[in-house]
Structure formats: C-alpha cells, structure tokens
C-alpha cells in the first residue's frame, strides 16, 4: 500500500475539481477530518495499518463532489475503486474504505469502531471553538443549493440536527460533547428570540 501516493493524488484532484461554490465541503474540511480522524484513531488504539485505512477514507469521503452533489458518497466509493488499487490497496481494504465513507451519510450509522471513528472526525466541529464560522459556510453552501432559504430557517435546522446527532467514541464524547450542548443552547435562544419578533 503507497498510503502518502494515494494521498497526494486525491487532495490534487480535489483541489483541482472541486465546485467554488462548496464553501463547507472544500479542502479544508477534507483536511480537517484527515486531521481529527488521525487524533481520535490514536486515541482509541487504533493499528497503523487500519490508521491508514481510516485516513484514506477521510481524505475521499467527500471526493464524490467533483462529480456532483447527490448521492456523493456513493460517487466518493466509485473513486476509491478507481484510484486505490493503482496505489496497492487490496480489494479488501478497498471494501473497508468504502464502508466507512458510507458510513458518513446522514444520519450516521456506524456498525464498527472505525467506522464510529471517521463519522466523529467528520463532524468534529459541532464541539468545537470554531463551530459558527463552519456553520456559517455550510449556510451558505446550503443556500446556494436553495435547500434553506433564510437564517430562521437554517436555525431550525440547525437545532433538529444537533438534538439527533451524538458521538460515537470515548473520545469525541469526552473532548467535543459539552460544547456541542452549549452551541445548541444557543441557536435555540436565536430562534425563540426570531419567533417573539
């Protein structure tokens, strides 16, 4: 397996085809769940080698958005078995790979602790400091796609989604599961503001 030729490929073709409308799905959240995929995968002991596995998938979970926005992860599993097996992957590790990018539909449902793993680092931001500035980008992305109209709106949406969505590993939970909560409180303090006007 050439893990970093792999690697390098698919963040060229990303950087290369992906749409300047995808304000939230860019490079930068490709990175950052390469990032925290890599975090939270030590941290729950993961082995090199499914470390490796876990990070291939993070880098191509989303690269079905150069072909377009429905049904993307299946379009990113079609990529996978069309770029790794160039790279030494086996048709098992591809199989691998392609679960855990299918895991990350919504809403997740992960069967494996691998799989818990990527859907945690893909929505990592949910808990963090820099939540309003990733949201506001997938506002916007959003509105492009004219899937919400208007902030009141993408806050009800924003509220439906963090009342169902959860953390799947100790180590989400414990890092990113409070502050989650509190960003929460406060889109639901934004609409009952909008909705007394």
Known sequence: MRFF??????????????????????????????????????????????????????????????????????RSCLIARAILPNYGYSDSDIARIEKMIMATSIPHRPESLIEKIICDADLDYLGREDFEERAERLFRELQYLQVVKDRHSWNLIQEKFLLQHQYFTETAISARHSAKQNHLVSIQNEIRVASSQ
Request: hydrophobic letters at 45%; aromatic letters at 8%.
């Open 5 to 74: 030729g792999a690697i390098k490929h698919v963040l060229l073709k990303l950087q290369a085809e992906l749409p300047v409308w995808l304000e939230y799905h860019d490079v930068d959240h490709v990175r950052d769940v390469y990032r925290m995929a890599r975090f939270i995968g030590r941290a729950e002991g993961l082995s090199e080698y499914d470390l490796k596995l876990l990070l291939t998938a993070a880098i191509l979970h989303d690269s079905g958005f150069t072909v377009g926005n429905e049904k993307h992860e299946e």
